[in-house]
Structures are given as structure tokens and as C-alpha cells.
């Protein structure tokens, strides 16, 4: 019995030695747990002949060596099971939704999954991805547990971990020598497939969400626009009332009013809108652009910052404006936390809302007593509402629409896009648009309403785009420099009441001549406080939209 306990590798002799269930669980996920990454490499056209080949064992020899450095430090007895089941349920999953939907997998994309809330969530399971975690993750995990591991000696295991890992790092230096011209060209002309190298992708993606605290320090919020006024109501004024629409996953393209060859948007047209289609997102996900374009400092300030500041929200609260945001989303990213808010999923309603989720109506439903309990002095100097929409969110395009607005079909009624024709995908996708273009003509017509008592003017604004099967790409969120621009171009509408244009002094022509002018989300914060009117020592005349569209007094 003492002798046994001395000596642990005799109490399993039949046992694998640990290096080479490291190495064999390296070699699969470095192979089929990156079916993704294989599928871009063998469409690139630099990768025929042998010498494409060649590259391609190369790379693959550089992703297992990579892994079993990882697993060197970590292949202990007690340990290497659990280590490597995490290894392969992550890899299964990156797999399936890269291999799906075609997205990459960065510190954005986890970003995402961390916001996801739990009807979010529930839109991406289907059959599909069951199964592929079933063949990726769940059998060579069960592969893995009846597999017996031999037990050694503490100082065994480290000069075997010791060995595992100079010989890993050899081969790598190796591979990566022997195909290197190739190697640092495709990287550098493909940067996209560095996101693709799973489960490695997920683990950076995660250290690189885990270190922003230390990068950023999110306890410090800096006020902005304190000095912010707006100007003084003549006599024969009436307070302004703008409706801010945050638009979701919409593509500037599929909008009937901006030349798509569909009637996508045939409510819209009969309105007096203006509508700018040469519009470039901050960036492709909502928890991106969200806080991107209500702040003051533009896309490449706002990466950089080292602390947050406040938004939009709170400098035209600081204007004395009442303002009430209402969202039919999954939040507001933190743009709107010290105003008051209303969360639709909260909501109950007979048509327009089941199972916790709800149509973007509901957002219009009680809108006039929400705004009555307001403060009346902040009434008194203009009202903004913000409504986020759940506009065009997939992959469940035709959950987000009524059976009435389903025009175009067939429609694609899953959430496996895969599994539908192109056609059904778009049909779907278009929908969503005729039903925000019915939702923004209902908003239209309740500002129409209030003209009497109030300025009412509009401006929807979509945070992102989409991709619907281009390339076999789905869905958003690839990184920004990689993204295809269906993913970055967003629509931007405006309407404005004749007693808005006139008491602001506007001239619907000369912003009208700036359809096709090239703009982005750093346009947007600039240009509400503009339209409005509120003057702010962070306001910038060149980057608002409607600067030079007043008329000269």
C-alpha cells in the first residue's frame, strides 16, 4: 500500500501519458474544432498548389503547437480533463456561429454576449447548433472522461510539461519559418483570420474585455455640457418636441425612399422626409455605436478614452430639457442612466406584445401621460423622447414584424438562417423595414398631433447595419476594418413640422442637398444639439449637420 502510494503511475499503468491526450485533443481542435478558419483559408486565391498546401499544414502545425503550449503549463492530472472540456464546449460553439453566420469572434463580439439578455439569447438556439455541440464538444468531451490519463510523479509531470512545452515552441518557430513570406501576406491581407483561430480566438477576446477595466477607469464619469442653455422661446413660440428614433440592425440599402428597388418604405414617402444615405456607423454592434454616437468625441477619441464622460442624454438634460427614454432593446449601453426610462418588456399588451417581447408600437402606446409626468419646468423649455427600437434584430427577422406587415415572402421563420434560401432571408429582412417604415409614419403622425401645442420635429438613426448572406456572411459585429460596408452604412431620416422648420429657422432644401454627402455617427451628437438649438462649449458647428442650413437673420 505504501509502496503504491509512492509510486501513482503504477496505479494506472494502461493510462495515457498526459502529453499525448494534450496532443491529440490539440491536433482536433486545431483541425475540426476550426472547420471556420479552414473554410476562409481554402477560399482565399493564394492558397492553391502545393504551395498553398504547404502553407496550410504549416499554419495548422503553428494552431496545434500554439494550443499544446497552452496545455503544457496546464496538463496535470486533476486538471487536463476540466482544461480541455472548456477547450472543447468554447470551440464547438465559436465553431458553429462562425461556421453559421460568419461572424469572427473579438472582444466586440463577447462584449455582445455579456449584454445579451435571455429572449436574445433563446433567438439563437436551434437544432443546428445542438448538434454541432454535440459532434464538436459534448463527444470528444465524453471521448475524453472514459479515456484513462496515467498519473506521475510531481517531478515527472513537470519535466514532462518542461519538455512538452520547448518542443511545442520549436515546432511553431519552425513552421512559422519554413512558411513565412506566405504566412505574414495572408495575415496581413486577411487580418480577419486572426478571429477565426478557435477557441484561442474566445480566450483573447475574453483577456481583452477582462483588462478594460485597467485600461479604462469606468468608476470616474465626467460631466460634459454643464454650461449647456437653449435659446429662450419668443411669444408666439412652442416648445420644441423632437422624437430621437434609435434605429436597430437597419441597412441603409433596403430602405424604399433611398432607391432600393422594393417598396420597403412606402409610408415614408408620402411624408415630408429627408433622407441622408451617405451615413457610416461607429461601429457593427449595438453595445458599440450605442454609446459611440451619443458622445461628444467621435469614433476614434471614444476608443481611445482612458475615462467615460457623459452622453448626449445628459447634456440636454443639463439644458434644462425633459427627456424621456423608451426602449424596446436590451438597454441603452449606459447612455441613458440618469434619465427617466421605460423598459417595454416590462409592458403588457394584448396585440402588441407575447412572450415578453413586444413590437416597436408599443413605444408609442400612453406616450402623451409619460410625457405629462415630466417635470412641467423642463416641459415648458422642450421635451426629447428616445425611443431604441427592436427594429430588424436577428437572426429572428419575422418575430420583430405582425403577420399583417409580412408583404414580402416566402420569409425565412427561423433562426437558422442557414437553412433558408437567400430570398427568404431578404424577405424576412424586409419586412422589418416596411414595419419600421409603418412604425416611424405612425410616430410622424402622433408629432403631427401636437403641433399645437408643441415644435415637433424627427430624426431616426440606426446604429449599425446587417449582412444577409453576401459572402456567407450573417448578421454584424465584424470588426470594423474587415466589416463589408452593409454592416456600416446606415440610414438617417429627418421630418421636421412647418412650425419646427420655421421657429428654428431651417431650410428643408439646403439639407436636402446633402443626401449623397459622406457623414457618420460623429455627426449625430453634434447635430441634435444643433437642430435644438442649445449652445454647450462641446458643441461643434462642423460636425452638425444642419450648421449651414439656417436661414440668416
Known amino acids: 500500500m505504501t509502496t503504491q502510494s509512492h509510486r501513482p503511475s503504477a ?33 482565399l486565391p493564394e492558397v492553391n498548389g502545393w504551395r498553398g498546401f504547404a502553407f496550410a499544414v504549416g499554419f495548422g502545425l503553428i494552431i496545434t503547437a500554439a494550443l499544446t503550449t497552452i496545455l503544457s503549463v496546464l496538463s496535470w492530472r486533476w486538471l487536463l480533463k476540466p482544461i480541455l472540456t472548456i477547450f472543447f464546449l468554447s470551440a464547438a460553439s465559436g465553431a458553429y456561429f462562425m461556421v453559421s453566420y460568419g461572424i469572427v469572434i473579438d472582444s466586440t ?17 436551434n437544432w443546428r447548433m445542438l448538434i454541432s455541440l454535440l459532434i464538436l464538444g459534448i463527444f470528444p468531451t465524453w471521448v475524453l472522461w472514459k479515456t484513462p490519463i496515467k498519473s506521475l510523479l510531481i517531478s515527472q509531470q513537470a519535466v514532462s510539461n518542461s519538455l512538452m512545452g520547448v518542443v511545442s515552441v520549436v515546432v511553431i518557430v519552425g513552421a512559422l519559418l519554413a512558411v513565412f513570406q506566405d504566412f505574414s501576406s495572408i495575415m496581413r491581407n486577411h487580418t480577419q483570420l486572426r478571429y477565426l483561430v478557435n477557441p484561442l480566438n474566445s480566450y483573447y477576446a475574453i483577456g481583452m474585455v477582462a483588462a478594460k477595466p485597467f485600461q479604462r477607469d469606468h468608476k470616474i464619469l465626467l460631466p460634459i455640457g454643464q454650461d449647456a442653455k437653449i435659446a429662450a422661446l419668443k411669444p408666439s413660440d412652442k416648445p420644441p418636441l423632437l422624437l430621437l428614433v434609435l434605429g436597430e440592425t437597419a441597412r441603409m440599402g433596403n430602405f424604399g425612399v433611398n432607391g432600393y428597388e422594393r417598396p420597403t418604405t412606402p409610408e415614408l414617402a408620402q411624408e415630408n422626409i429627408i433622407s441622408l444615405k451617405g451615413v457610416m456607423s461607429c461601429g457593427t454592434s449595438t453595445a458599440t455605436s450605442v454609446p459611440c454616437m451619443f458622445s461628444h468625441l467621435g469614433k476614434e477619441k471614444f476608443e481611445a478614452r482612458k475615462v467615460n464622460y457623459e452622453s448626449l442624454i445628459d447634456v440636454l438634460q443639463h439644458a434644462g430639457l425633459a427627456v424621456v427614454w423608451i426602449d424596446n432593446q436590451s438597454g441603452c449601453k449606459g447612455v441613458c442612466e440618469r434619465v427617466p426610462q421605460v423598459l417595454t418588456k416590462e409592458l403588457k399588451h394584448p396585440t402588441l406584445c407575447k412572450d415578453g417581447e413586444c413590437f416597436d408600437e408599443i413605444m408609442l402606446q400612453q406616450l402623451d401621460e409619460r410625457i405629462q409626468a415630466l417635470p412641467a419646468e423642463r416641459r415648458a423649455k422642450g421635451v426629447v423622447v428616445v425611443m431604441h427600437q427592436m427594429g430588424s434584430h436577428g437572426p429572428a427577422y419575422y418575430k420583430r414584424v405582425p403577420d399583417s406587415f409580412k408583404k414580402f415572402k416566402p420569409e425565412c421563420s427561423s433562426n437558422a438562417l442557414q437553412e433558408c434560401s437567400r430570398e427568404q432571408v431578404v424577405n424576412s429582412f424586409d419586412n422589418t423595414i416596411l414595419y419600421t417604415d409603418h412604425f416611424l409614419s405612425q410616430a410622424i403622425q402622433w408629432l403631427k398631433k401636437s403641433e399645437s401645442s408643441s415644435a415637433p420635429a424627427l430624426i431616426y438613426v440606426s446604429d449599425h447595419g446587417e449582412s444577409l448572406g453576401e459572402n456567407n456572411l450573417y448578421l454584424h459585429g465584424l470588426p470594423y476594418q474587415v466589416a463589408p460596408d452593409v454592416q456600416k452604412r446606415v440610414p438617417w431620416i429627418t421630418w421636421w413640422s412647418a412650425r419646427f422648420e420655421k421657429q428654428m429657422g431651417l431650410q428643408s432644401t439646403c ?41 440668416k437673420s
Open 11 to 43: 496505479a494506472n499503468p494502461r493510462g495515457w501519458h498526459p502529453a499525448w491526450v494534450a496532443l491529440i485533443s490539440s491536433i482536433w481542435l486545431a483541425s475540426v474544432g476550426n472547420i471556420a478558419l479552414w473554410q476562409q483559408i481554402f477560399q
Open 109 to 125: 463580439m463577447i462584449t455582445n454576449v455579456v449584454q445579451t439578455d435571455t429572449k436574445e439569447a433563446l433567438d439563437l438556439l
Open 511 to 551: 439639407l436636402k442637398n446633402k443626401r449623397d454627402m459622406p457623414l457618420t455617427h460623429d455627426h449625430y451628437f453634434h447635430s441634435v444639439l444643433g437642430l435644438l438649438g442649445i449652445s454647450t462649449e462641446v458643441y461643434q458647428a462642423p460636425l452638425d449637420v444642419h450648421a449651414d442650413c439656417r436661414q
